[in-house]
Structure formats: structure tokens, C-alpha cells
């Protein structure tokens, strides 16, 4: 007896099925133990010593920014002192390699770009304290990690893009203003479970309360043109095709757009008008992109002086340079392209406390379904 | 090679403080919703398309049919994420599509007229069907040439509809197995729904770990995901659990072709053209655009060493799946056992994992061993230790084994089943150790099979993306990893030539598997 048809990965699939099901049963335990076993010889036989791969004079870094981002930053770094930096960049999960990998991780440096992360490397306990007299008067108080587990390296701000032709002067001062009525179908957004909106929720709730912030949403997600989708370049590109009038994105997403090399989208960023919300109250949003030392780092001394490069006047210069970001650091001045949005007045609420309010944004985006 | 996927399941009961209540009466419904949706979509589409051009290229002569017959399997080197972008750029309100709409018609603004949203359950299941319906047509094909045409005839005699009465019927299981790597890769897929922002029971996963900082509860919804797959296959073997597949036959030919009359020619091109099309040509026309236009970054240089990791890390999987899978489907014959066969399945379902989640998996394993290691090492024998697993290369190897082990596993189960059941005890009897066995009696009898899994193997893992991307080490790139840097930002342009490269590389071993399945199917056919 044969089986005719290719019973290919049916079979396997079949067995899988089974395997599931009696995975519930106790028969698991020596087998698995014998599996790991196994797995462990075959490891052994795989692995690639990296860890000692380390020199001195060079620096790991844990990176969620894209590389073609910070690149010209390694290469200043390296221009003035010397010290190659290697990275792993990943957009998410390096907070768990980093606590598997424990002492033995080569890291000595970790970039988020967003504070959430941040937080959570430190509530990880993956961070090492920082006592940097360079890092302290860089970054403003409300920017830092009280214990100095982490540092503010730039700012973005949560602006309003509104469309130039449709949208009147002075109609849009504040995001509470996303809510009113007045904007039914004409807002566009990216989903607010991303980080951005995440944070933009998160200062809502510090704000005006959980209740209040459920209200604000509410009436957001009411004013919706469209399903929640893309990025924040998405969100001007719909205004420029007339989707929608209003949209939340981050300041620096203009400056690219503005500045791009493909025409296209020269006009996308010439349909809109950048608003920077809440001046007459507690001012606009911002969110940083940081760092901090990783606990396990072999090469502390090197990992501190590169935060403390990222701080100082050249590598603040090039934030604005290269992404359109705010350097934290107020003795440096803003790249010429970002002044020219002019000066705004900042929420200054203590960072920290974003990432605090979090998994309740995250509640209160799933309740609304933003 | 379970540890890792068991780790995830260990995850999935730690207590993840009274979250489910919140996700049961917000979001889940939903999740469950959409990706049921999805799963019924691309499912339903994989199977319309990759029967009927499987019974159109076995059944009928076409002119261009030796062409199809590979052109049908390409598809499968585009990845579904890459897929997805291109897509939207082309069909959105700037693309080249809707932007010839408004010139031919005038219109002015996006209010003027309406145009389908690719960003949408339907898009999704278009760009998701159109790449991944190759399983199902190869496997499909090869089942239909296996048919004995002895059993067409006699259903030709009784004048029944012969894809009804013998082909489809005969077919099912093979047909099933495609289907079941479809929706394994459906439910993991993160790209595609997080482009088109669907709110699948993978998309929560995210939301719940990054969102709410808790892992214990998303691998909790990622094991529901994985139950559901389980669920769809466990359904499919009940409802044919009284009906066996036995061929009694000994010589057999396959079907002689139909000559197509015109009208039959048209139909059979435009059944084959639609797929080859959507999931191939345009995409890959799209991008070459890219590349004419002079948006892509020309750093030739950066692009070869990428490459060159991607190739290696790649042949290097599809080495050790395909050797662990002998090793398995060895063992499993011969000595049956029920632990042993329960193993050997939960060691070939990391497919139906999310890669970031099994990565996770991987990376909290590995930990493990680390410190164990570390612990005995430094603790016993007084030396220092650097801990070899976290950081290394081995690491992306081997997360590449666990998510793919099922398909190597799966190759190689159907190429057994095709041998007598008595082939491996006749090894026994004639005193062979598992290894003599393995290396004298079963492998030679199974290099086809071997050929066509680690080939499989091969393209799956350069299109491989989140568990490279967290696991590698310092300064290495594959293709997918270099391209993401770019489509993450939408910044299509500039990750043309890498995206093209991994078709490119995709598309050799995709003919050749082709060519390997094509003759096992005549090859059996003609036995004598």
C-alpha cells in the first residue's frame, strides 16, 4: 500500500496537529529535556565566538534609529577620538536580548528614539547610573533619568499639519481642537497604537485625567476621514491629495519632506501648514530620542564620553542637520532649516512621566479604537 | 529545536495582571475578527489560484505551457512586506495608476472620484494571496501528475467531470499541505498587516508587548494564533479521517495532456498570466523603475558584502534544516514512538510563530544555556567565560532552523511516505545502525525530496526579516535587514536594489526546485 498523492507537509502538518493536542498531556517532560539536549550539541557546534571579538578602542551599540541616521554621527565620533563603533540596529526586542544576553552582552551603548523605550531598559534594570557633570548640564532636568540611567539626546515635537488651501489661520491652536465636532471626517492619522500617538495619549492623560483623555480621543476617532494608516509622511501626503484637512505628525517629518530630492514630495510639504499646538497653555508635545549605558558594558569610560559627544555643540548641530530634530542642549542653537519654523513654547512635563502613563494611553487608544 | 518554541509557550503562562479582561472587552474581538478574515482570505485565494493554474498546466498543452510551469512557482521569491509597499506606491492617489486616471479623466482631488484603498483587508489579501499561492500550485501540480490515469479513465468511461470526481479528490491532502504553510505564514505575517495597520491577533501582539510592556500576555495572544492554525489543520484531518489515499497501481503514466482549442487557450493563458503577473512582474517591474529613475543609492560596494552574508546565511540554514530534518524523520521511523512523534511536531511549528516573538524565544534560550554554562564554567573550573551563544552568528542560524524546520521536516515526511513503509525495517533486519541507515538506505532514496526542501528552505530565509534583524551581530547586514532601514521610513526608492536583489537570488532556486518537483513528478509517472 502507497499513499498516491503527495502527502508532502500534510503529513507533518498532521503530525503537528496531534502534537499540539498531546503537548497538553504530561508526556512532555523527558523528551523535551532530551531535545534541549540535543539542541544545546547542535548550538555548540554553531557558535561564532563574538563575544571577546571587542577591542578598547571600539564601541557596541544597541540601536533602535536607522543606521543610514546615525551614521553620520559614528562618523564624527570616530573622526575625533579614534574609536570605531559597531551597531546592531533592530526597531524592536533589543531590550530583551540585551537581558538574555546578561553580563556576558557586548553592548555599551543603547539609542532609542523614543522615551517608552527608554523607560523600559530601565525598569529592566539594563542601564547603568551615569554621574556626568557634561551630561547634567546638557540636558535639562526634565529631559533626564532622575538617576541618571538615561539622557535626552534630541527632541521632535507632536505638531499639527493642516492644509494650506483648506484650513483657515487660526481655525487649529490646539489639539484639543482635533476633538471638536467641527472636523468631522477631515482628520487623518497613523494608527495610535504607534509610539508617537502613544506618547501624545499619554500627555493627554497628564493633562486633563484618564476620563478626559478618553473624551478627547473619542471625539478624534469621530473625526476621522479615514481607517488609521501609514506613517506621519503618509498623513501629509493625504492632505496633499485632499483626503483629509488635519493631521498629527512630528516636526521633523515636514523638514524631510520639505528638503526632499523627489519633487513629489516637495509638494506634499507645500500643501501644509505646520501648527505647534497648546501655546497659550502647557505648550506642544515632545517626545526625545536618548540613550544611556548598558549595565553589563566592559567600556564604560568610552560609552559615557560618546553620550556626552551626542550632547555637546557639533553632534547637537547635526541632529537638526540630518533628521530636523531640537537639540536638548539649550546653549546650541537649532540647525538654520528647523529655526526657521521660529520658536515655540514646550510641554514641559517631566519625560518621564509619558512613559509612566504608557500602558494606560495603550488602554485608553484600544478602548477608542484609535 | 523546541526549546525555543516551548519557551514562548512557557512565556504565554506567566501571569499578565488581569490584562486579558481589558483586551477581552477592547481590542480582541476585533484581532480574532480580522485575522479569521485574513486567514479565510488569503487561504480561499491561495487555493483559487494555485488549483486552478496546477490543473490548467498538468491538464491541458498550451502554447507557453513549459513556460508557466515555472513562471507560476516566482512569485514566491517576492516577499510579502516587499509586496505590500510596492503595491501602495503604486496604486495609492501619487502612483503612476491612479495618477494616468486623473490625467485621462481630469479629475482634480481624491474627492473626485473613487478608487479602491490598497491599504485594506482586501489589498492585503490580494498582495498576500498573490505570493504565497505558489505552495499550494507546486504542491498541487505535483499531486495531479501523480495521479495514476487509470483512474481518469475510468471516471472519462462514466463520463464524470475528471477534476471533480478524481483530481481534486486525490489531491486534497496534498493540496491541504500547501494550504497549511499558507495559513501558518498568514497568521505570522507582521510586515504586510503593519503596513496596511489591520489589526490582527499579530498586530496586538506588538501592541501588548511595546504598548503595555508585557510579554507574558502577547505570547499569550501569539499562541491563540498558533492554536487557530492547529485548529484549521486538526478540522481538515477529521473531516477525512475515513477516506484513505491508497494506490494499488505499480505502472502507471500520467494523463495525457488536452490539446486546448483557441477558446481553451485563451482561458488557460489568462488563468496562469493573472498570478504570475500580480505576485511577479509587476513588482518586479516597479522596482527595476526605481532603479532606472537613478533613486536608488548606488552604493554598489555595501550592496555586494550584503549580499554575500545573505547567500551564506542562507545556505547554511537550508544545510542544517535539511540534515536535522533527516535526522528527525529517521528517528521517527525508526523508532515509533508517541513522545518521539509529538517532538518532532512541535519542533516543525515555529513557522506559525511570529519571527520577532520567536526571536524572543530564541534570545531567552539561548540566555539560559548562557548562564548555565557560564555558571559551570567559571563556577567549577574557575575560567572566565564569555558566553558563545548571545552575539554570534549561530544565533540567526539557528532561530532560521526553528522557524523553518517545518518545512524541511514536511519535505522530507511526504518524500518517505512515498517510500515502502517496510524500506527502513528491512535496514534493521539487515543489522544497520540509525546512522548507516540514514546515510545507505534513506537518503539516497530521497534526493529529490531533499533537493526540493532545502531549496525551499533557501529562498525563505533570504526573504527572512525580524529574527535576523534582532539577532545578528555587530555590522552584519543580509538584504532584507539593509532594505528595512529604508522601507521602515517609506523611502521605497533607495531599497529598490537590495529588494531586487533578494528576488534575484530567490528566482534560480525557485526554477531549480521547480525543475527537482517536475521531474519527481514525471520521473514517477514513467515508472515501469
Given at each position: 500500500?502507497?499513499?498516491?498523492?503527495?502527502?508532502?507537509?500534510?503529513?507533518?502538518?498532521?503530525?503537528?496537529?496531534?502534537?499540539?493536542?498531546?503537548?497538553?498531556?504530561?508526556?512532555?517532560?523527558?523528551?523535551?529535556?532530551?531535545?534541549?539536549?540535543?539542541?544545546?550539541?547542535?548550538?555548540?557546534?554553531?557558535?561564532?565566538?563574538?563575544?571577546?571579538?571587542?577591542?578598547?578602542?571600539?564601541?557596541?551599540?544597541?540601536?533602535?534609529?536607522?543606521?543610514?541616521?546615525?551614521?553620520?554621527?559614528?562618523?564624527?565620533?570616530?573622526?575625533?577620538?579614534?574609536?570605531?563603533?559597531?551597531?546592531?540596529?533592530?526597531?524592536?526586542?533589543?531590550?530583551?536580548?540585551?537581558?538574555?544576553?546578561?553580563?556576558?552582552?557586548?553592548?555599551?551603548?543603547?539609542?532609542?528614539?523614543?522615551?517608552?523605550?527608554?523607560?523600559?531598559?530601565?525598569?529592566?534594570?539594563?542601564?547603568?547610573?551615569?554621574?556626568?557633570?557634561?551630561?547634567?548640564?546638557?540636558?535639562?532636568?526634565?529631559?533626564?533619568?532622575?538617576?541618571?540611567?538615561w539622557f535626552a539626546l534630541s527632541k521632535r515635537a507632536r505638531v499639527i499639519a493642516v492644509s494650506k488651501d483648506r484650513v483657515p489661520a487660526g481655525a487649529i491652536t490646539t489639539y484639543e481642537d482635533l476633538a471638536d465636532p467641527e472636523w468631522a471626517g477631515l482628520v487623518c492619522s497613523r494608527p495610535g497604537s504607534h509610539v508617537y500617538n502613544r506618547a501624545m495619549m499619554a500627555s493627554m492623560i497628564a493633562?486633563?485625567?484618564?476620563?478626559?483623555?478618553?473624551?478627547?480621543?473619542?471625539?478624534?476617532?469621530?473625526?476621522?476621514?479615514?481607517?488609521?494608516?501609514?506613517?506621519?509622511?503618509?498623513?501629509?501626503?493625504?492632505?496633499?491629495?485632499?483626503?483629509?484637512?488635519?493631521a498629527l505628525i512630528n516636526s521633523y517629518y515636514y523638514g524631510k519632506l520639505s528638503s526632499s530630492d523627489i519633487e513629489a514630495q516637495r509638494e506634499w510639504a507645500a500643501s501644509m501648514t505646520m501648527i505647534f499646538p497648546n501655546q497659550d497653555d502647557r505648550g506642544t508635545h515632545i517626545n526625545i530620542s536618548g540613550g544611556g549605558v548598558a549595565k553589563h558594558s566592559k567600556n564604560k569610560e568610552t560609552a559615557?564620553?560618546?553620550?556626552?559627544?551626542?550632547?555637546?555643540?557639533?553632534?547637537?548641530?547635526?541632529?537638526?542637520?540630518?533628521?530636523?530634530?531640537?537639540?536638548?542642549?539649550?546653549?546650541?542653537?537649532a540647525a538654520p532649516a528647523v529655526r526657521a519654523w521660529g520658536t515655540f513654547k514646550e510641554d514641559a512635563l517631566p519625560i518621564v512621566r509619558i512613559a509612566e502613563l504608557a500602558p494606560a494611553a495603550q488602554r485608553v487608544i484600544d478602548r477608542t479604537g484609535w | 529545536m523546541a526549546a525555543p518554541i516551548l519557551s514562548v509557550l512557557a512565556a504565554a503562562t506567566e501571569d499578565s495582571g488581569g490584562l486579558w479582561?481589558?483586551?477581552?472587552?477592547?481590542?480582541?474581538?476585533?484581532?480574532?475578527?480580522?485575522?479569521?478574515?485574513?486567514?479565510?482570505?488569503?487561504?480561499?485565494?491561495?487555493?483559487?489560484?494555485?488549483?486552478?493554474?496546477?490543473?490548467?498546466?498538468?491538464?491541458?498543452?498550451?502554447?507557453?505551457?513549459?513556460?508557466?510551469?515555472?513562471?507560476?512557482?516566482?512569485?514566491?521569491?517576492?516577499?510579502?512586506?516587499?509586496?505590500?509597499?510596492?503595491?501602495?506606491?503604486?496604486?495609492?492617489?501619487?502612483?503612476?495608476?491612479?495618477?494616468?486616471?486623473?490625467?485621462?479623466?481630469?479629475?482634480?482631488?481624491?474627492?473626485?472620484?473613487?478608487?479602491?484603498?490598497?491599504?485594506?483587508?482586501?489589498?492585503?489579501?490580494?498582495?498576500?494571496?498573490?505570493?504565497?499561492?505558489?505552495?499550494?500550485?507546486?504542491?498541487?501540480?505535483?499531486?495531479?501528475?501523480?495521479?495514476?490515469?487509470?483512474?481518469?479513465?475510468?471516471?472519462?468511461?462514466?463520463?464524470?467531470?475528471?477534476?471533480?470526481?478524481?483530481?481534486?479528490?486525490?489531491?486534497?491532502?496534498?493540496?491541504?499541505?500547501?494550504?497549511?504553510?499558507?495559513?501558518?505564514?498568514?497568521?505570522?505575517?507582521?510586515?504586510?498587516?503593519?503596513?496596511?495597520?489591520?489589526?490582527?491577533?499579530?498586530?496586538?501582539?506588538?501592541?501588548?508587548?511595546?504598548?503595555?510592556?508585557?510579554?507574558?500576555?502577547?505570547?499569550?495572544?501569539?499562541?491563540?494564533?498558533?492554536?487557530?492554525?492547529?485548529?484549521?489543520?486538526?478540522?481538515?484531518?477529521?473531516?477525512?479521517?475515513?477516506?484513505?489515499?491508497?494506490?494499488?497501481?505499480?505502472?502507471?503514466?500520467?494523463?495525457?495532456?488536452?490539446?486546448?482549442?483557441?477558446?481553451?487557450?485563451?482561458?488557460?493563458?489568462?488563468?496562469?498570466?493573472?498570478?504570475?503577473?500580480?505576485?511577479?512582474?509587476?513588482?518586479?517591474?516597479?522596482?527595476?523603475?526605481?532603479?532606472?529613475?537613478?533613486?536608488?543609492?548606488?552604493?554598489?560596494?555595501?550592496?555586494?558584502?550584503?549580499?554575500?552574508?545573505?547567500?551564506?546565511?542562507?545556505?547554511?540554514?537550508?544545510?542544517?534544516?535539511?540534515?536535522?530534518?533527516?535526522?528527525?524523520?529517521?528517528?521517527?521511523?525508526?523508532?515509533?514512538?508517541?513522545?518521539?512523534?509529538?517532538?518532532?511536531?512541535?519542533?516543525?511549528?515555529?513557522?506559525?510563530?511570529?519571527?520577532?516573538?520567536?526571536?524572543?524565544?530564541?534570545?531567552?534560550?539561548?540566555?539560559?544555556?548562557?548562564?548555565?554554562?557560564?555558571?559551570?564554567?567559571?563556577?567549577?573550573?574557575?575560567?572566565?567565560?564569555?558566553?558563545?551563544?548571545?552575539?554570534?552568528?549561530?544565533?540567526?542560524?539557528?532561530?532560521?532552523?526553528?522557524?523553518?524546520?517545518?518545512?524541511?521536516?514536511?519535505?522530507?515526511?511526504?518524500?518517505?511516505?512515498?517510500?515502502?513503509?517496510?524500506?527502513?525495517?528491512?535496514?534493521?533486519?539487515?543489522?544497520?545502525?540509525?546512522?548507516?541507515?540514514?546515510?545507505?538506505?534513506?537518503?539516497?532514496?530521497?534526493?529529490?525530496?531533499?533537493?526540493?526542501?532545502?531549496?525551499?528552505?533557501?529562498?525563505?530565509?533570504?526573504?527572512?526579516?525580524?529574527?535576523?534583524?534582532?539577532?545578528?551581530?555587530?555590522?552584519?547586514?543580509?538584504?532584507?535587514?539593509?532594505?528595512?532601514?529604508?522601507?521602515?521610513?517609506?523611502?521605497?526608492?533607495?531599497?529598490?536594489?537590495?529588494?531586487?536583489?533578494?528576488?534575484?537570488?530567490?528566482?534560480?532556486?525557485?526554477?531549480?526546485?521547480?525543475?527537482?518537483?517536475?521531474?519527481?513528478?514525471?520521473?514517477?509517472?514513467?515508472?515501469?
Open positions: 500500500m502507497r499513499g498516491i498523492a503527495v502527502a508532502a507537509p500534510g503529513e507533518r502538518t498532521a503530525r503537528a496537529g496531534r502534537g499540539m493536542l498531546a503537548r497538553v498531556g504530561a508526556a512532555m517532560r523527558l523528551p523535551a529535556r532530551a531535545c534541549a539536549l540535543g539542541a544545546l550539541a547542535g548550538l555548540a557546534g554553531l557558535a561564532w565566538p563574538a563575544g571577546d571579538a571587542q577591542a578598547a578602542d571600539e564601541l557596541n551599540l544597541y540601536s533602535h534609529r536607522q543606521p543610514f541616521l546615525i551614521e553620520p554621527f559614528l562618523q564624527a565620533f570616530t573622526a575625533e577620538t579614534g574609536i570605531e563603533v559597531n551597531v546592531v540596529y533592530a526597531s524592536k526586542g533589543l531590550a530583551q536580548r540585551l537581558q538574555a544576553e546578561g553580563k556576558n552582552s557586548p553592548a555599551d551603548v543603547v539609542l532609542t528614539v523614543d522615551i517608552g523605550r527608554l523607560a523600559i531598559y530601565a525598569d529592566k534594570d539594563l542601564l547603568a547610573p551615569v554621574e556626568s557633570a557634561v551630561l547634567t548640564e546638557a540636558v535639562p532636568a526634565h529631559l533626564r533619568d532622575p538617576d541618571g540611567r493633562a486633563h485625567g484618564e476620563e478626559g483623555a478618553e473624551e478627547w480621543a473619542t471625539g478624534l476617532v469621530a473625526n476621522l476621514a479615514r481607517r488609521p494608516q501609514g506613517n506621519d509622511r503618509a498623513q501629509v501626503k493625504a492632505i496633499y491629495e485632499g483626503l483629509c484637512d488635519v559615557v564620553a560618546f553620550l556626552e559627544f551626542l550632547t555637546k555643540r557639533d553632534a547637537q548641530e547635526l541632529y537638526g542637520a540630518v533628521n530636523f530634530e531640537f537639540p536638548v542642549n539649550l546653549a546650541v542653537e | 479582561a481589558h483586551l477581552f472587552e477592547t481590542v480582541l474581538p476585533r484581532y480574532v475578527a480580522n485575522t479569521l478574515a485574513l486567514m479565510a482570505g488569503v487561504g480561499g485565494l491561495s487555493l483559487v489560484l494555485g488549483v486552478s493554474t496546477a490543473w490548467v498546466v498538468t491538464r491541458y498543452e498550451f502554447p507557453g505551457r513549459r513556460v508557466f510551469e515555472w513562471m507560476l512557482v516566482l512569485p514566491f521569491a517576492v516577499p510579502a512586506y516587499l509586496i505590500a509597499y510596492v503595491y501602495t506606491d503604486f496604486l495609492d492617489y501619487a502612483g503612476p495608476v491612479q495618477g494616468a486616471l486623473r490625467d485621462a479623466f481630469g479629475w482634480q482631488t481624491r474627492r473626485d472620484y473613487w478608487f479602491p484603498e490598497i491599504r485594506s483587508m482586501g489589498g492585503a489579501i490580494v498582495v498576500m494571496g498573490a505570493v504565497l499561492y505558489p505552495y499550494v500550485y507546486m504542491m498541487a501540480r505535483t499531486a495531479f501528475k501523480l495521479t495514476p490515469h487509470t483512474l481518469f479513465e475510468i471516471a472519462r468511461v462514466h463520463d464524470r467531470g475528471l477534476f471533480r470526481t478524481v483530481g481534486l479528490p486525490l489531491a486534497r491532502p496534498a493540496i491541504a499541505a500547501g494550504l497549511a504553510l499558507v495559513l501558518m505564514e498568514t497568521v505570522s505575517d507582521f510586515g504586510t498587516v503593519d503596513y496596511f495597520a489591520l489589526e490582527t491577533l499579530t498586530l496586538g501582539i506588538f501592541n501588548v508587548w511595546l504598548g503595555m510592556n508585557s510579554l507574558p500576555a502577547a505570547a499569550q495572544i501569539a499562541s491563540l494564533g498558533f492554536l487557530f492554525v492547529i485548529a484549521m489543520l486538526v478540522l481538515e484531518l477529521m473531516s477525512r479521517r475515513r477516506r484513505r489515499y491508497v494506490d494499488t497501481g505499480r505502472r502507471m503514466r500520467s494523463l495525457a495532456r488536452l490539446r486546448a482549442g483557441p477558446a481553451q487557450t485563451a482561458a488557460c493563458l489568462a488563468v496562469c498570466l493573472l498570478p504570475v503577473t500580480v505576485g511577479f512582474l509587476i513588482p518586479v517591474g516597479v522596482l527595476l523603475s526605481f532603479v532606472v529613475k537613478g533613486y536608488a543609492l548606488p552604493d554598489y560596494g555595501g550592496v555586494l558584502t550584503v549580499t554575500l552574508n545573505s547567500v551564506v546565511v542562507a545556505l547554511a540554514v537550508a544545510a542544517l534544516v535539511m540534515a536535522a530534518a533527516a535526522l528527525m524523520v529517521v528517528t521517527v521511523a525508526y523508532r515509533p514512538s508517541r513522545p518521539l512523534t509529538v517532538l518532532a511536531g512541535v519542533a516543525s511549528s515555529g513557522y506559525a510563530f511570529p519571527g520577532t516573538i520567536l526571536a524572543i524565544g530564541v534570545v531567552t534560550f539561548a540566555g539560559a544555556v548562557d548562564r548555565g554554562l557560564d555558571g559551570l564554567i567559571s563556577g567549577v573550573m574557575g575560567l572566565s567565560f564569555d558566553g558563545f551563544l548571545t552575539g554570534g552568528i549561530g544565533l540567526v542560524l539557528f532561530a532560521c532552523m526553528v522557524r523553518f524546520q517545518a518545512i524541511g521536516y514536511g519535505a522530507l515526511t511526504s518524500g518517505m511516505n512515498r517510500l515502502p513503509p517496510n524500506t527502513v525495517s528491512a535496514g534493521r533486519v539487515l543489522g544497520l545502525s540509525l546512522p548507516a541507515n540514514l546515510f545507505r538506505v534513506i537518503l539516497p532514496l530521497l534526493g529529490t525530496s531533499f533537493l526540493a526542501g532545502g531549496l525551499l528552505v533557501f529562498v525563505d530565509v533570504m526573504k527572512e526579516l525580524p529574527m535576523t534583524l534582532l539577532l545578528r551581530p555587530f555590522g552584519f547586514d543580509t538584504l532584507a535587514t539593509h532594505l528595512y532601514q529604508f522601507a521602515k521610513d517609506e523611502l521605497l526608492e533607495q531599497a529598490a536594489v537590495p529588494a531586487l536583489l533578494i528576488v534575484l537570488a530567490g528566482t534560480g532556486p525557485v526554477i531549480l526546485m521547480n525543475e527537482a518537483l517536475r521531474r519527481l513528478g514525471e520521473g514517477r509517472a514513467g515508472t515501469r
